[in-house]
């Protein structure tokens, strides 16, 4: 990379995105020495210029930035940071300092939660114990829910439709999950399928 730290005085805007659900959760300001330093140890530091020296996100809080990918825009003066956020990110308790009224990509959300449990499982919960009766019934869950997606989209209220859709969802999340393929596995087949036509 070849940032161009002089445009701004020493200093690039850096926008911090979560790499699973995609939403913005803060920006910050790096010099080349924060640069330098979260590519070395991994977590976001940044130059706090009400500080006037290096920060790294979570120093005191413990809700540190794991870097996932850096990346610079077309002028070499602004920087993309893809992190694995822990706990809140913005000051204020929130997990982005533009919090929004809801987020967005809560589907995203989902899918880490569900590979939460898979990857560390809690007693009592829904996935888990769908997980523990095996594939077959979780594939058999996907089609009933399927069904009743069908039947509320066809003959009942909207209210019941967008209920019965939200379970078809979050089961093929967890079919899904069982099968190791991603939201992004599926974002980008798509994505290559609409290239082309």
Request: glycine share 6%.
């Amino acid at each position: 990379m070849t940032i161009d730290f002089k445009k701004g005085e020493g200093l690039v805007p850096v926008v911090i995105q979560d790499e699973k659900t995609l939403e913005v959760l803060m920006l910050g300001y790096m010099n080349e020495e924060a640069y330098q330093k979260t590519k070395t140890e991994g977590k976001v530091t940044f130059f706090s210029r009400s500080k006037n020296r290096l920060w790294t996100k979570g120093e005191e809080s413990g809700n540190f930035l794991h870097v996932v990918s850096i990346k610079e825009d077309c002028d070499q003066d602004t920087l993309l940071i893809k992190v694995n956020p822990v706990g809140a990110t913005c000051h204020n308790g929130t997990r982005s300092c533009f919090d929004s009224e809801y987020n967005q990509n809560f589907i995203f959300e989902l899918e880490k939660i569900i590979d939460e449990r898979y990857n560390h499982p809690l007693e009592g919960s829904y996935v888990n114990k769908l997980r523990a009766k095996g594939i077959n019934k979780i594939a058999q869950k996907v089609g009933e829910e399927g069904v009743e997606t069908v039947i509320a989209a066809l003959n009942e209220t909207e209210h019941d439709f967008i209920n019965e859709a939200s379970d078809l969802i979050f089961h093929l999340l967890v079919l899904m999950r069982e099968k190791n393929v991603s939201l992004s596995s599926i974002a980008k087949n798509l994505e290559n399928r609409n290239s082309g036509k």
